[in-house]
């Protein structure tokens, strides 16, 4: 079962495993990951430790866009910063004029990995 609905609500469905790099989600999380992924109107996260399927509807960049519009309809120009640690973060920061990346965090980690003399 992929999805639950309770009182006419979706339900999030996420799989993690102790281990944080994710490793041991293995060929088990690549199926699951895999299936998932053909299914309509979900989306897949999979970063880290983690593994989630979500309602397509359910999108924090969309959110930030969506209140941001109404911030600034109501109060006028604004500076928005956003906060995330995980690489699925990154769409919402990216709707904020600013960013912030914690240290030691997955979405730090990829990024200097990227940035790395080679």
Not at 18 to 28: A, K, N, Q
Not at 68 to 89: E, K, N, Q, Y
Request: with cysteine.
């Amino acid at each position: 079962v992929y999805r639950q609905v309770v009182d006419e609500r979706t339900a999030e469905v996420c799989v993690k495993h102790v281990d944080p790099e994710g490793r041991e989600l293995g060929e088990g999380g690549d199926e699951l990951e895999a299936a998932w992924a053909s299914l309509d109107g979900v989306r897949v996260y999979r970063n880290g430790n983690n593994l989630a399927l979500l309602p397509a509807a359910v999108d924090k960049a969309r959110a930030v866009a969506w209140l941001r519009a109404r911030l600034v309809d109501r109060l006028g120009p604004l500076m928005t910063v956003g906060v995330g640690d995980s690489t699925t973060d990154y769409a919402f920061m990216a709707a904020c004029d600013f960013y912030v990346v914690p240290a030691g965090s997955q979405l730090d980690g990829r990024v200097a990995r990227a940035t790395a003399a080679p």
